[in-house]
């Protein structure tokens, strides 16, 4: 199949149609699904506050303007009796830029139909992150950093993120500033232990971390108070 190139303005207008079009005519099945189509639910916050489970990735098309990365693919070689047996294991990483991000793997024969089961299961995979100033150095009060020190691990990858004042950028490796950037955080210093060529580990090791700022609630109280004084 041969595509012809087309204006990124044009595809990316088609694909909010295509989107807008697939959502109207989307059915429901779940009782979460029925109330966000009815729009009994407007925003994600009031899904995270109750814990519930989401199964339909439309819930969260209809609530949430996500953006979608492909992070890893991986061809894989399987020996059948007719011979060998390609697939790919795809890695999709999604997020608002806002606070919310999520990541989802998938198999498949082919490479575009791994693509999109990996971006539905990211959506129905998100994490919450806090963010704050975060910083001694900074006292600009916007949403830039990790609001404290946080930890995250998978596998043999050790991640730590540490908060920074603005303009400092995102101090870390290639393999995980696409988590950062589309969690909304701008602004991190980190230190990573373990075999850093593992780039989907890392990348959980991230969202781990990063996970844990909304998680530690109490510790996120103490250092409130600890800024108070
Ligand atoms: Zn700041």
Redesign the pocket.
């Known amino acids: 199949m041969r595509r012809t190139p087309m204006d990124p303005e044009l595809r990316a207008s088609r694909a909010a149609e295509e989107k807008e079009k697939e959502l109207t005519a989307w059915i429901p099945k779940t009782r979460l699904g029925k109330k966000v189509k009815a729009g009994e639910i407007t925003s994600i916050e009031e899904i995270f506050k109750e814990n519930t489970p989401v199964q339909e990735p439309e819930i969260i098309d209809i609530l949430l303007n996500l953006e979608e990365t492909v992070v890893d693919v991986k061809k894989t070689t399987r020996v059948v009796r007719a011979g060998r047996k390609f697939s790919f294991r795809v890695a999709v990483l999604v997020g608002n830029k806002n606070g919310v991000i999520g990541l989802g793997t998938a198999k498949d024969a082919e490479k575009w139909p791994a693509v999109k089961k990996a971006a539905r299961k990211a959506k129905l995979n998100l994490v919450q992150i806090a963010r704050?100033?975060?910083?001694w150095e900074?006292?600009?009060?916007?949403q830039?950093?990790v609001p404290f020190r946080v930890s995250g691990k998978n596998a043999a990858a050790r991640i730590t993120l540490l908060p920074a004042?603005?303009g400092v950028g995102l101090v870390v490796g290639d393999n995980i500033k696409d988590v950062l950037r589309f969690a909304g955080v701008s602004?991190v210093w980190c230190k990573v232990t373990g075999a850093t060529s593992t780039k989907l580990n890392f990348i959980r090791a991230t969202i781990d971390a990063l996970s844990k700022t909304t998680k530690m609630k109490a510790s996120n109280a103490i250092t409130k108070k600890m800024e108070r004084r």
């Open positions: 704050s100033c975060g910083s900074c006292t600009c009060s916007i830039h950093s004042p603005r602004d």
